[in-house]
């Protein structure tokens, strides 16, 4: 069984521009949440998408969205990049149902900005 | 506000000397724990769900168990492979709705094992 994929593993952007990162996750799973990691303040909730709406978000400023298509496929975008959104952005997939919720994490997004 | 604490921050082994990883955590109603090991430049991968207190699973030299306010993973006889980061996140009830989506991390612990 395939797991959860992330589109493009590296990225260098600059600041002010915006950046667009792929989720596909596992076959079957319609519930994709997104994560921004950084050293200094771990792994931290950004939204979670199911069945092609938002279902819960995080405090992060507008400049952060996302979508999910009817296929499950999700992308996550962030505008007017800022230093500080330099981090590894991580994708996870679940059922997204009460009675079966566990998350599987994709490799990631590392985005630097600079 | 949901909060999580794992400690030690870093801890180092020798090989064949088991040991445990202490998770605290603050829930208005926990709805599910859970364990994930990170290796460096990956994603966190799934160990262990745990959803009421006195619940217990293993795997292979892994075990982890939940109380009230904090969970444990106990490593036995640990080997040089065993060495990653190791997280533990929650899922708050209360906090979502019908989201299952939000998981709160706690700043993980950092395990190396020597040969």
């Known amino acids: 069984k395939a797991g959860v994929t992330q589109t493009p593993r590296y990225l260098i952007k600059t600041r002010g521009q915006q950046v667009t990162l792929s989720c596909s996750p596992i076959?079957?799973?319609?519930?994709v949440s997104w994560y921004q990691q950084t050293p200094g303040q771990g792994l931290q909730f950004l939204f979670e998408?199911?069945?092609?709406?938002?279902?819960n978000k995080g405090n992060f400023p507008g400049r952060f969205s996302g979508r999910q298509f009817s296929n499950s496929r999700s992308e996550m975008n962030v505008s007017t990049l800022e230093l500080g959104d330099s981090a590894l952005y991580l994708c996870?997939?679940?059922?997204?149902?009460?009675?079966?919720?566990?998350?599987?994490f994709g490799p990631g997004t590392r985005l630097t900005v600079t | 506000e949901d909060q999580v604490t794992q400690s030690p921050e870093a801890l180092r082994l020798q090989e064949g000397e088991s040991s445990s990883l202490n998770c605290s955590y603050t829930?208005?109603?926990?709805?599910?724990l859970f364990w994930y090991r990170q290796d460096p430049g990956k994603g966190p991968e799934f160990l262990f769900t745990l959803y009421s207190a006195g619940e217990e699973k293993e795997k292979e030299r892994l075990k982890a168990t939940l109380t009230k306010k904090e969970s444990f993973l106990h490593i036995t006889a640990p080997k040089p492979e065993d060495s990653a980061t190791y997280l533990c996140a929650v899922q708050d009830e209360s906090a979502g709705g019908t989201s299952y989506g939000k998981l709160t991390f706690g700043q993980g612990t950092i395990l190396t094992v020597h040969p």
């Open positions: 996870a997939s679940s059922r997204g149902t009460s009675h079966s919720y566990e998350q599987y």
């Open positions: 076959s079957g799973h319609r519930s």
């Open positions: 829930v208005s109603g926990l709805r599910g």
């Open positions: 998408y199911f069945s092609e709406t938002q279902r």
